[in-house]
């Protein structure tokens, strides 16, 4: 284990494998019909990978970065388009994924944006939910796993910009906290 992880809560091959269910999952309900993949980078970069792999339609992936303002460990009230989609999605089914849903301000933000552009629909899909700290009413059409409020990484979540490449899900030890 890595020497900056207190607790593995999912391992690589745990991952792999509920991204194959949710594949399969968007695979049939979306059945016949096309998808635009909206991933938002960076950290639902390593689950977005693992994720269409298992979706068998025509899918198209674009990507977009916002930041929320506020400090690295949880997001502020408000969210700044950095970078946006490269395509038009009017008329189109899309399928918003991040890594983790915590507030929930973030998806709401970019559901609401996105919605704003006449596409056909628009879900969400998540490799995690930390369901207690949600201020608000968003839940993911699709969830990887439920996680107690704890701070983790590995997998595209970071700390501070670290540890996005781990291939596991990990709480972080305090003491890395106290470092920074
Ligand atoms: P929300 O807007 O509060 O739902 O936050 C979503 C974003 O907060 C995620 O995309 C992450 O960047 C960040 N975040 C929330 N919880 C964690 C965590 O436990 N580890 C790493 N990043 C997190
Ligand atoms: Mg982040």
């Known amino acids: ?7 593995v809560l999912f391992n690589e091959e745990e991952i792999i494998q509920r991204a194959k269910e949710l594949g399969e999952q968007i695979t049939n309900d979306y059945a016949g019909q096309q998808l635009v993949v909206v991933s938002l980078l960076k950290g639902a970069v390593y689950f977005t990978a693992e994720l269409t792999k298992n979706i068998d339609l025509p899918v198209r992936l674009d990507f977009m970065i916002s930041s929320s303002y506020g400090n690295d ?12 989609l490269d395509e038009k999605i009017a008329g189109k089914h899309v399928l918003i994924i991040d890594d983790i849903i915590d507030t929930g301000l973030t998806l709401e933000k970019i559901s609401k944006l996105l919605e704003m552009r006449n596409p056909l629909s ?11 700290r949600r201020v608000n009413e968003m839940n ?28 596991i899900i990990g709480i972080l030890k305090p003491a890395v906290f106290a470092k920074k």
């Open 140 to 167: 993911a059409d699709y969830v990887g796993f439920a996680i107690p409020d704890e701070f983790v990484v590995g997998y595209g979540l970071d700390f501070a910009g670290d540890y996005r490449n781990l291939p």
């Open 122 to 132: 628009v879900k969400t899909a998540v490799l995690l939910d930390k369901g207690a």
């Open 73 to 84: 460990t949880s997001s502020a009230g408000s969210i700044n388009v950095i970078k946006d």
């Open 1 to 7: 284990m890595h020497k900056d992880i207190k607790q």
